[in-house]
Structure formats: C-alpha cells, structure tokens
C-alpha cells in the first residue's frame, strides 16, 4: 500500500470533509468530524494536527482492521521524517476500534489523556433551552468572541478568527449560538457542525464566561445547540470532553447526553 503525505488547500479541505460526512454514522465510534477541521483517489485516513505534537486521526469505518494501513500510518507518525508529528513527545487520537492502536503499542507508543465522549439521539424534539439564544451572524462576532475568551484559558480567539471561520468552506454546515441572560448579557456560546442529514452532529466548542458559571447556562446552551443539529437534519449530537473536566462531563450530562466509554490519547517519547 502506497499513501501520499499532503497540506490540503481549500480544495483539498473539501474532499477531506466529504469523506469525514460520509464515515459519520450511529453505532460507528466517531473520532474526527469535518467540524473538527472547519477552523486527497480514496481516501482512507485524515489528521488533523492540534497543535505541533498532537495529530488527531481517524479513518474510514471499513478500513480500521487493515493490517496494512495500520503499519503504513504507524510508520508515519513514528518516523520525524515523514513530516507528521516532529521528534520528542508527541501524541495521538486514535479511533478506539482501530488496529492502528496495537500496531503502536507494538512500537513502543504508550497512553496519555482520557476522554469522555457523550451522545444525545435527536430522534425526539429537544426541549426549550429556557434561556435566550440567538444564532451568531457577523453583527455578534465581537460578542461571540468576547465569550470564548471569558470561558478557556489562554484563549486568544478573536472577532477576525471568528470571521475566517465563517468564511471557510466547511461553516457551511455549521451554526454558533450565543446565549443571553436576562440583561441581554452574552453568558455562553457554542458552535454545531453538521455533517449531514441522517449523521452525526458535533458541538465545537462549548464554553461559559467565568464570571456567569454556575447558573445552568452550560446546560442551557448546550440543550439549544442539541435543538439546532436536529433541525439541521442530525440524528445524533456527538461532544468529547477530557475526562478529568468532571464539571464539563455533568453539564452534558444535564444536557440529556449519554456518556460512552472512555478514550485514550496514544503517546511517544523520545
């Protein structure tokens, strides 16, 4: 088996993105979603690096009990060469079905973080989110970006990012939604991803200004973003949320989300 090492432009995005929708779907363990990549013939495995030392990768469903795709991304994340992840420490999400985690076992490669995915089935209406929503458009972005930087660490995310966001090809199958409270007050924002009708929908991000948790908005926002994958056609609403973020993990929870089993990052060392 021969792969070809590439840095997509936006075309190449394009054709990522529809091969991650096409993949999406109930009962199959979802690692990467085309939301995942909205900040080349078949293809069988797309990465997205998340920073310079964690690569987040998933392939298609029928290939990941393939011996020989295994070896082949093995070798690739292995080697500094390939120009994947450099040398020294580095990472990787594996999909939790995938041969690949065996074959890196077998390379030395250990464990690291632990996530928690969770799932709602939008099969049913989502109730009232019981707080006010609106969906963002280019009047919010100041808005918007304001509370993503009130809500994660070190976060330097701005009204320029947010534009360039909706710009690019993939926000076309996406929504963000800020939440308000009773003072009109901006408390909480999310963005959904869609990947399609009949498939999975992602929440990335989701995040609460410091200075306003601890009064349901978490859940709130997270009960509309639910309402909005379902009217845009999603069976499902999918989040992953580290483990050690107990309080993230009850406010899905909260939510109407079922946690799945947990997942682990794979780890090199030097």
Same mark, same amino acid.
């Given at each position: 088996?021969?792969?070809?090492?590439?840095?997509?432009?936006?075309?190449?995005?394009?054709?990522?993105?529809? +091969?991650?929708?096409?993949?999406?779907?109930?009962?199959?363990?979802?690692?990467?979603?085309?939301?995942?990549?909205?900040?080349?013939?078949?293809?069988?495995?797309?990465?997205?690096?998340? @920073?310079?030392?964690?690569?987040?990768?998933?392939?298609?469903?029928?290939?990941?009990?393939?011996?020989?795709?295994?070896?082949?991304?093995?070798?690739?994340? #292995?080697?500094?060469?390939?120009?994947?992840?450099?040398? #020294?420490?580095?990472?990787?999400?594996?999909?939790?079905?995938?041969?690949?985690?065996?074959?890196?076992?077998?390379?030395?490669? @250990?464990?690291?973080? &632990?996530?928690?995915?969770?799932?709602?089935?939008?099969?049913?209406?989502?109730?009232?989110?019981?707080?006010?929503?609106?969906?963002?458009?280019?009047?919010?972005?100041?808005?918007?970006?304001?509370?993503?930087?009130?809500?994660?660490?070190?976060?330097?995310?701005?009204?320029?990012?947010?534009?360039? %966001?909706?710009? @690019?090809?993939?926000?076309?199958?996406? *929504?963000?939604?800020?939440?308000?409270?009773? *003072? @009109?007050?901006?408390? =909480?924002?999310?963005?959904?991803? &869609?990947?399609?009708?009949?498939?999975?929908?992602?929440?990335?991000? %989701? #995040?609460?200004?410091?200075?306003?948790?601890?009064?349901?908005?978490?859940?709130?926002?997270?009960?509309?973003? =639910? #309402?909005?994958?379902?009217? %845009?056609?999603?069976?499902?609403?999918?989040?992953?949320?580290?483990?050690?973020?107990? +309080? +993230?993990? +009850?406010?899905?929870?909260?939510?109407?989300?079922?946690?799945?089993?947990?997942? *682990?990052?794979?780890?090199?060392?030097?």
């Amino acid at each position: 088996m021969r792969t070809t090492l590439s840095r997509p432009g936006v075309d190449g995005l394009d054709a990522a993105a529809g +091969a991650l929708r096409a993949w999406q779907d109930e009962g199959v363990p979802w690692q990467l979603h085309p939301g995942d990549i909205g900040w080349v013939p078949r293809i069988l495995a797309v990465g997205l690096l998340d @920073g310079p030392r964690l690569l987040r990768l998933t392939t298609a469903p029928d290939a990941r009990r393939d011996e020989e795709l295994a070896r082949v991304l093995a070798e690739d994340l #292995g080697d500094p060469g390939r120009g994947v992840l450099p040398e #020294g420490t580095a990472y990787a999400e594996v999909p939790a079905d995938a041969l690949l985690h065996d074959t890196l076992t077998g390379n030395g490669w @250990g464990t690291d973080e &632990s996530w928690t995915p969770l799932r709602r089935d939008l099969a049913e209406p989502v109730g009232d989110p019981g707080v006010r929503v609106e969906v963002a458009g280019p009047e919010h972005a100041e808005a918007r970006a304001a509370v993503q930087r009130a809500a994660f660490d070190n976060s330097s995310f701005t009204p320029d990012r947010w534009h360039a %966001m909706a710009a @690019g090809p993939l926000y076309t199958d996406a *929504r963000c939604l800020v939440a308000r409270d009773a *003072r @009109g007050e901006a408390v =909480a924002v999310v963005t959904v991803w &869609s990947a399609g009708p009949g498939r999975p929908g992602l929440l990335e991000p %989701m #995040g609460v200004a410091r200075e306003h948790r601890g009064h349901g908005y978490g859940r709130a926002i997270t009960v509309a973003a =639910a #309402g909005a994958l379902r009217r %845009m056609g999603a069976s499902s609403a999918v989040v992953s949320t580290p483990s050690s973020n107990t +309080a +993230a993990v +009850a406010t899905y929870r909260s939510a109407g989300f079922e946690q799945q089993p947990e997942t *682990r990052d794979r780890r090199r060392d030097p």
